[in-house]
């Protein structure tokens, strides 16, 4: 198992944590989240906090407590110099994104900062596949990558970005054309856009025959459709990677699945893999962190993925 850390930013930053929240720089914009794994106490004192801060995320008691607390609704307090909206970017080789960021009534801001470790994956191993690979060496025939639950896309741009065909399938149509702002901001176009139950889609996909070669998998621990599907974690993932056996291509492909639910360990992701793929070798899996600049380190979710 690893335990890693993102590198290569440079608008954004883990300043401290602590208390269940920490602090984070987005761009020129320093904002405080609730971090239910901030367990230890702050490294700076409150009034440090408050002299930096540019908005403040509260959850609203009574709104959705319990089972469902990563659709808990809150509210930002902000100072005047916070804008609705505003952009950073991030660069990895040849890879340079744009994403617009805002501050939206969940806690979220439009990207996972962790995830750009994996969006590296994505683009070095797509890269690899169209250079090295003889069945990407016909014309008109490109890498197909699948983004599963995909939100704004940070995965699919990343994909994109790397000379795939990618398939980008959220359950949220505002969400989804977040993504396609994204999109343009970086430079990039052509993508698929599909707004469906992520999991209905799959099981279409499997009786039509399709395949990729690469499909990347996010899911939250819960969610709803456009039609009110219902999404639970713990009871819907080991079908869904069932699934995505089948539309995994036979060489040539990657695999790749986050999770971040509290109670969930990289060997939960394991054991799914080993369930239902058949390796040659061992898959990579471990923990995202990034680190304070009081040298905590705060786990931000799980990984695994492997290369066919």
Same mark, same amino acid.
Not at 71 to 86: A, L, N, T
């Given at each position: 198992m690893k335990i890693i850390t993102p590198e290569f930013w440079k608008d954004y930053e883990l300043i401290d944590s602590g208390g269940l929240e920490k602090l984070e720089r987005f761009g020129k914009y320093i904002l405080a989240r609730p971090e239910p794994q901030a367990v230890w106490s702050k490294?700076?004192?409150?009034?440090? =906090?408050?002299?930096?801060? #540019?908005?403040?995320?509260?959850?609203?008691? @009574?709104?959705?407590? @319990?089972?469902?607390?990563?659709?808990?609704? %809150?509210?930002?307090? !902000?100072?005047?110099?916070?804008?609705?909206? =505003?952009? /950073?970017? &991030?660069?990895?080789?040849?890879?340079?994104?744009?994403?617009?960021? %805002?501050?939206?009534?969940?806690?979220h801001v439009g990207i996972f900062p962790e995830q750009s470790e994996n969006w590296n994956y994505i683009y070095d191993t797509i890269t690899h596949q169209l250079s090295s690979s003889p069945i990407h060496q016909l014309p008109n025939s490109p890498a197909r990558v699948l983004n599963l639950f995909a939100y704004t896309g940070g995965a699919s741009l990343a994909a994109r970005a790397a000379g795939a065909d990618v398939v980008h399938v959220d359950s949220v149509k505002p969400v989804v054309n977040w993504a396609r702002e994204m999109?343009?901001?970086?430079?990039?176009?052509?993508? #698929?856009? +599909? +707004?469906?139950?992520?999991?209905?889609?799959?099981?279409?996909?499997?009786? !039509?025959?399709?395949? &990729?070669? @690469? /499909?990347?998998?996010?899911?939250?621990? &819960?969610?709803?459709?456009?039609? %009110? *599907?219902?999404?639970?974690? $713990?009871?819907?993932i080991n079908e869904m990677v069932m699934l995505c056996k089948s539309l995994l291509g036979p060489e040539h492909g990657f695999f790749l699945m986050s999770l971040y639910s509290m109670g969930l360990s990289s060997l939960v992701?394991?054991?799914?893999? #080993?369930? #239902?793929?058949?390796?040659?070798?061992?898959? *990579?899996?471990? $923990?995202?962190?990034?680190?304070?600049? @009081?040298?905590?380190k705060l786990p931000l979710g799980t990984y695994i993925r492997f290369l066919k």
């Open positions: 490294a700076m004192t409150e009034a440090d =906090w408050e002299s930096m801060l #540019h908005a403040r995320y509260r959850r609203v008691k @009574g709104l959705s407590q @319990g089972k469902t607390d990563n659709f808990d609704k %809150g509210e930002w307090i !902000r100072k005047k110099s916070m804008p609705d909206q =505003w952009m /950073i970017s &991030y660069s990895y080789n040849d890879m340079n994104l744009r994403f617009r960021l %805002g501050l939206t009534a969940f806690g999109m343009e901001s970086s430079g990039l176009k052509d993508i #698929h856009w +599909v +707004v469906e139950d992520a999991l209905k889609f799959v099981k279409r996909e499997v009786k !039509r025959g399709n395949t &990729y070669q @690469g /499909i990347i998998l996010d899911p939250p621990a &819960y969610g709803r459709g456009p039609d %009110g *599907e219902k999404w639970l974690l $713990e009871e819907s992701a394991e054991s799914l893999i #080993h369930t #239902h793929f058949k390796l040659s070798g061992h898959p *990579e899996s471990g $923990e995202l962190f990034f680190q304070d600049q @009081g040298g905590r």
